[in-house]
């Protein structure tokens, strides 16, 4: 449970409606202003120094963990250094748009177009994307096969070295910095990243100050001011001494990742794998006496935190990141260095934490392989159970052998995590644009179908011409991300955190240069259950049996379905032939071969920064405005209708033989390809999971899923909304069948009157 | 050997353990007026069509429409039952083994009464035998009131016996569906002295078995065997759409469904007796 205190701060968080912050904007403005000619990563340290010294700095009456990004939480803090145009076409829609809506006052509207805008206007990381995407890559981002991310904002997507931070302290890493610089004056990453250092110890001493002013305020009672003198002490330690307990290291985290997000603006700047970093300070707190009650509020209070930052996207962008998601992955369990379980006391309760704070950050995290204990992933299953889809489940077994593949060496992939929603990245050592595009290879077979209007001699040269047209966007898609990546490089350097990330103290480089030590691109392949399915009905209908011809296909998909005698045929493709998601092998084996045809074509690809391309796959919530891009497809789906959500999953509602058989056909993918993440959601409805029976099942889930050799899976629970969808739409829910002893049937064939009566018993037998 | 099959439900999780296969044998020799597989009473193949996800594709409505089932476009209407070859059968019932290997689940034979006539017990033998044979622990859901052929060789392929205990009564439990009683227990006799591991389950069906002399008379029929298992099965209405589909009548119409709590004096009933006793199956 929240503790009194903890539960205030919560309901803090959710007072207020959320607000544009115009603050680190004109700061990182009036900085640069100031360096005009300058070396852009020194112009880039200033600013970030700058807001350090300026932005409103607060503590709340409750706080026992200080630092605030925005003065007032949640707001949306906007960066129109990287792109001040999106911002400018939709300042009048924050309030009015779909999704995730913002408060932005007039005057702050005002000032965005008279001064803000203007200035950013043609020096912005998109202008230089923009001048410098070459004209082919421009088109085909219009066919809308892909779309390059991150050209709009911070990169993201990285852990810094949060075992480093604490062990050695922000005053050893300054030191190193200034030796580096010593015997490398010229060296401008060296010059900025003592900058940066600097700036970060006098932030620290702001708060420590600030908490200082409000003690000697004399206005609050004897018991906060003894918590602010801590508090105090502690800010005075941290500000250049490694962590001594874990007081010290969650203030340490929490203020790293706050000056982080002040830098980069960015989504997905990771936590890493608390559970390890962590424990040392955790177990020095324990000996010293501190009580589990205290320990367990101080923890509500860092995850809380973690929910005071969001991330302020275009309309677009939220379409394909809905809710606000910033990414603050925490992961726990796995395995050590040597390949032996490092599970620990404290894995099971910062899982158990999410009972207590029911939020969305951090997005918890458990590292599964054969050897996790029992206790820890009866701990997981409970927390999956309360519905909040978390933790997610990520495989050792696949994955630390996918990073092997890929040259990293077996004790930094044995110590991987978890960057923004499933991307797999190795902390501190790592720079791995894993979010730099999604692919959407189901349009790639719409292309194919309209480029071949008097279709093909064999099935198979349907599959040679699809699989051509995804080596030739492909090809377009990496020039694109290489264009995005140098835009990082040329205007928008990272050099406080990069001074986390190895080697780039070493090799004297920022991160953006080439100076981490793996340097992959990562690029999602999309649209694997709906290019077999469609593939399948194709293989069948037209070249099997001839029951349809090629030119009656292509007509019906260009009316969409429309025609007389459409809708019979679009029912038969959806019924009469198997789909992935099933065991049926055939139609599987289609997506594993376009799957894997994609991960390496892709591998062949060197990026910028001295690395290789890497596949994942997977759509947060991206399925519904790439299914938006494509037109009706012989899967069934009409035009503009979503893709399988996740990236592995199956259609909705077309995986009929239910969990089992959906997870047997997804381990038949070349798994082991996707090295920066593949996403795979699966829902169970509450009758499942319930009692001690519904929990034992889903360990040996999970464990069969670990077996199986699958990246990761996210449960989700079936809810009334569901169900209620399912009654309108039964060919959308086929998949819904109920488990009762001895009884068979699925949920849409059932009478109405049956299904209210299970609606409203809260999905008792599903 | 051949059999028909209605349906093959992969993630069961109520029918003998862990998670299990299920297999759906169809024709049963008895008439319970609750069955809730109304589609597995006839041997024969048979259609079935639901009304709400016709499209009317042929413009002629409902019962009326002409296609036969294998042109229907949306799964409205269907044959039910296909005839299974046991080695293919038993092939696809252990696909997930690996989740049975998890979760101490298996493969679970029901029906209908899988069990009846008795030339398809040489299948069931087959099939589970060679279920067993992949490592795959199995089970059956019967009514176990039927004369059979080898004892033995059924106790050697079936792991657990989900043993029907209805109406307690001989007389009226032949009058009403048709199950021997006594039959059974001499069955049940005869596989408990060859090692069988039985679990009785009461379907509690109000007006049928809810009856608290029912209940002690089951009880006591298989306290008097040697069973220590029960599962307590409370009454649902989930049957009844298919009998709809079916084009047939269901008795039991408008009868209330129970619920765990509903049962509850019965789980007390027969753990009290000794049972150790599960509601909805385990």
Known sequence: MLTERSARIKEALFANPRRISLERACLWQESYEETEGEPIILRRAKAFAHVLEKHAIVIDDDDLLVGNRSESPRAGVISPEMSPYWIIDELDEFSTRPQDTFEMSEDDKRKFREVVYPYWAGRSLNDWYRAHREDDVRAAEADKVFAVAQTDKGQGHIICDFDEVLERGLGDILAECKRHLTSSPKNEFYQASVICMKAMTAYIDRYRILVDERIAGGVCSPQRAAELARISEVLGHIATQPARDLYDALQLVWLVSVALQHESNASSLSLGRADQYLLPFYRASVEAGVTQAEIRELLQCFYLKFNTIIAVRSTESARFFAGFPIGYNLVVGGVDEQGDDAANELSELLLDLQRDTRLPQPNLSLRVHKDTPEGLLRKAVEIIRLGDGLPQCFNDEVNIESFVRRGVSASDARDYAVVGCVELSIPGRMYGLHDISMFNMLKCLEITLRENPRGFGGFEDLVSATEATIDRYVALMVRGCDTCDRAHRETSPTPFLSTFVHDALEKGADITSGGARYNPSGVQGVGTANLADSLYVIKKAVFDEKSVSWKELLDALERDWTGDGDETLRQRFVNAYPKYGNDVDEVDELGRHFLAHYGREVERYGNVRGGFFQPGSYTVSAHVPLGAAVGATPDGRRSGEQLADGGLSPMAGRDQHGPTASLMSVSKLENVLDTNGSLLNVKFSPATLAGEEGLAKLEAYIRSFSRLGIQHIQFNVIDRATLIDAQEHPDRHRNLVVRVAGYSALFVELSKAIQDDIINRTEHVL | ?282
């Open chain 2, 1 to 282: 050997m051949e059999a028909t099959v209605t349906n093959i439900q992969r993630f069961s999780l109520h029918d003998g353990g862990g998670i299990r296969t299920v297999g759906f044998l169809k024709g049963c020799p008895f008439r319970c007026p609750w069955c809730c597989n109304p589609e597995n009473l006839s041997y024969e193949p048979e259609e079935s069509f639901n009304e709400k996800l016709c499209i009317d594709c042929s413009r002629r409505s409902g019962e009326d429409c002409i296609r036969p089932s294998e042109e229907c476009p949306t799964g409205a209407k269907r044959l039910l039952g296909e005839i299974r070859e046991a080695s293919d059968f038993a092939g696809e019932l252990v696909r997930d083994s690996i989740f049975f290997d998890e979760s101490h689940g298996g493969v679970t034979l029901s029906g209908g009464e899988c069990l009846a006539p008795i030339e398809r017990q040489a299948f069931v033998a087959e099939v589970l035998g060679a279920v067993k044979a992949a490592g795959v622990h199995t089970a059956v859901e019967t009514t176990l009131a039927m004369p059979l052929s080898d004892p033995a060789g059924l106790v050697a392929c079936v792991d657990v016996w989900l043993v029907d205990f209805k109406i307690a009564d001989r007389a009226e439990s032949l009058r009403v569906t048709g199950i021997d009683p006594d039959l059974r227990d001499a069955n049940l006799r005869a596989l408990l002295d060859r090692g069988a591991h039985v679990i009785a389950r009461m379907p509690i069906i109000p007006g049928f078995t809810d009856a608290r002399a029912n209940v002690e008379a089951n009880i006591a029929r298989a306290i008097g065997l040697g069973i220590t298992e029960a599962d307590v099965l409370p009454f649902h209405q989930l049957g009844e759409s298919k009998y709809e589909t079916l084009g047939m009548g269901y008795p039991l119409s408008g009868v209330t469904q129970l619920s765990a709590e509903d049962v509850g004096w019965i789980k007390e009933l027969a753990e009290a007796a000794g049972l150790h006793t599960v509601v909805d199956g385990r």
